[in-house]
C-alpha cells in the first residue's frame, strides 16, 4: 500500500509538470498568451489526475467489506442460515480475524476455513482490482484534462472554484461533524430520561448509577441526581480559577508592560511550558505532594480533610491552566494601540493608571475569551480530578472534602464493556448533554460581554 500511495504521489507531480509543459508548448507554438500562469494549468491536470481517482477509492474502501460480507457468508449457508444480524457480525469479524493471522483466533472447523478461503481470495482480488481501477481512472483523467489545455483556456478559474469547493467542504464536515455530535448527544439522553425522570436528575442530590444487587441496596434501579456532579465540577472549577486568573492576568500585564525584552524573551516560553506538561504529570504532583500537604496543613489547624480533596486538585488544575490566561492575555495586551498609551500619558497618568484604566479595559474582550478558554478546560479536566479528588460524589462545598466532576463520571461510567441499553450507560450521554449546554451558555456570556466592551474601545 506505501509502494502505491508513492507512486500515485509520483503521478500526481507528474501530472503537474504535464500541464505546465503542455501550457507553455501550446503558448509557444501558436503565439499567443496564456490566460492563465503555467503553474495553474500544472495545478488543474494535477488536480483531474488525483481527485476522482482518490474519490472512487474512497467510495470503494466504504463499500468492499459490504459486499465481502455479503459473499462470504453466502458461502456458508449451513452455518448462517439461522443466525441473527449481531451473530452475523460476530462471525464475519472472526473470520476477517483468523484471515489476517490475529493473535488468540483458534483453528476453525471446515465451513469456517472455507469461508476464510474465500475471504482471503476476494481480498486479494478486490485490492488488485482496486489498484487497476485506480490508476486507470489517473491516467484517463490525466490525458483528458491535458486534451483541454489551450492558451484561451481559465485553468486559473477552474482551479479556483477547486480549492473554493475544498474549503466550502471543510467547513462542511466541521459544521456536521458538530451536529452529529450534538445529535447523538441528544437521542441517547432522550433514551436515558425515558428510564430516569428528568427532574430527578437534574435535581437529585444521590448519585450512584450502579444497579443494585439486592432490593434493599441504594435504589434498586440506581440513583441518578447529578447535583452532587455540578457542584463538584462547579467547586474545583471555581478554585481553579482563583489560582489561574490572577496569576495568569499578573504575569501577562508584567510580560507585557514591565518586563524587559531580555526577560521576556525568557520567562514567557519557561511559563508556556506548563501547557505542554501531560495531565497524568499534574496528578502525580496532585496525588503525591499537593494532596498530602492540604491534609497536613488543615489537620495542624484544627480542620477535618479528606487524603483526597478539591482543594488539592483545584490548586493543581490552576496552576496547569495559567498559560492559558497569561499567554493570550500578554497577546492581547501587547495588541492594544500604542496611541492609547501615549494619550493616557500626555493625560499625566502615571503607569500603573495608564494599566487599570486604559490598557486592561481595552484587552477586556481578549482577556475574557482567555479566562473563558481556561473554565473550559477546568470543566473538561479529568486526570487531575481522578487523582486526586476521587470517584465519591458528595454533594458538598467543603473544598477539603473528596468530590468529583461530570467528565470523571462520563470516563468511569463509559470504561469496559457497556450495554447501551441500560440507565447506567446512558447516563453519561445525559451527562455530557448537560455540560455542553452549560459551556453554551457560558459562551454566549462571553460572547455579549466581548461585544459590549469592543463596541466601547473600537
Request: charged content about 15%.
Amino acid at each position: 500500500m506505501a509502494l502505491a500511495a508513492t507512486a500515485f504521489a509520483l503521478l500526481v507531480f507528474s501530472s503537474f509538470i504535464i500541464g505546465q509543459s503542455r501550457a507553455r508548448a501550446s503558448a509557444g507554438s501558436s503565439g499567443l498568451k496564456l490566460h492563465s500562469l503555467p503553474n495553474y494549468h500544472g495545478c488543474y491536470v494535477a488536480l483531474w489526475a488525483g481527485v476522482p481517482a482518490l474519490l472512487i477509492l474512497l467510495l470503494w474502501l466504504a463499500l468492499e467489506p459490504v459486499f465481502l460480507r455479503s459473499i462470504v457468508l453466502d458461502t456458508i449457508p449451513e452455518r448462517t442460515a439461522s443466525m441473527s444480524e449481531q451473530q452475523l457480525s460476530v462471525l464475519f469479524s472472526e473470520i476477517q480475524n483468523k484471515a489476517d493471522g490475529a493473535f488468540g483466533i483458534t483453528a476453525a472447523d471446515e465451513s469456517l476455513t472455507r469461508a476464510i478461503d474465500s475471504y482471503k481470495s476476494l481480498k486479494r482480488t478486490s485490492h488488485f482490482a482496486m489498484l487497476a481501477v485506480f490508476f486507470s481512472v489517473c491516467v484517463l483523467c490525466l490525458l483528458f484534462a491535458r486534451s483541454r489545455i489551450a492558451p484561451a483556456f481559465t485553468a486559473r478559474h477552474a482551479v479556483e472554484k477547486a480549492f473554493n469547493a475544498f474549503l466550502f467542504l471543510s467547513s462542511l464536515i466541521a459544521i456536521l461533524t458538530t451536529i452529529g455530535i450534538v445529535c447523538s448527544l441528544i437521542f441517547e439522553s432522550i433514551r436515558f430520561f425515558q428510564l430516569v425522570p428528568f427532574t430527578d436528575f437534574v435535581f437529585g442530590a444521590k448519585w450512584s448509577p450502579q444497579t443494585a444487587m439486592r432490593a434493599d441496596q441504594v435504589a434498586s434501579e440506581g440513583a441518578f441526581g447529578a447535583v452532587p456532579l455540578f457542584v463538584g465540577t462547579i467547586l474545583i472549577a471555581f478554585i481553579a480559577m482563583c489560582v489561574a486568573t490572577p496569576v495568569g492576568l499578573f504575569a501577562a500585564v508584567y510580560l507585557a508592560e514591565y518586563a524587559s525584552k531580555r526577560t521576556r524573551v525568557v520567562a514567557k516560553p519557561i511559563l508556556e511550558i506548563l501547557a505542554g506538561i501531560p495531565t497524568v504529570v499534574y496528578g502525580f504532583f496532585a496525588a503525591l505532594t499537593v494532596a498530602p500537604y492540604v491534609k497536613d496543613t488543615a489537620e495542624a489547624l484544627g480542620l477535618a480533610a479528606s487524603s483526597e480533596s478539591a482543594l488539592a486538585a483545584g490548586l493543581v488544575m490552576g496552576i496547569m491552566i495559567i498559560p492559558f490566561i497569561s499567554s493570550l492575555s500578554d497577546d492581547v495586551i501587547n495588541a492594544v494601540p500604542q496611541s492609547l498609551r501615549d494619550g493616557s500619558y500626555a493625560m499625566g497618568a502615571t503607569k500603573s493608571e495608564t494599566i487599570k484604566q486604559v490598557i486592561v479595559p481595552a484587552a477586556l474582550p481578549g482577556i475574557v475569551g482567555a479566562v473563558l478558554l481556561a473554565i473550559s478546560r477546568a470543566v473538561g479536566e479529568t486526570m487531575i480530578v481522578v487523582m486526586a479528588a476521587g470517584l465519591a460524589a458528595n454533594l458538598t462545598a467543603n473544598p477539603l472534602s473528596n468530590v468529583t466532576t461530570v467528565t470523571v463520571q462520563i470516563v468511569t461510567i463509559l470504561v469496559g464493556d457497556q450495554e447501551f441499553d441500560s440507565a447506567k450507560t446512558l447516563s453519561a450521554f445525559a451527562l455530557g448533554l448537560m455540560l455542553f449546554f452549560v459551556t453554551l451558555l457560558l459562551n454566549v456570556i462571553a460572547l455579549r460581554i466581548v461585544k459590549k466592551y469592543r463596541e466601547k474601545y473600537d
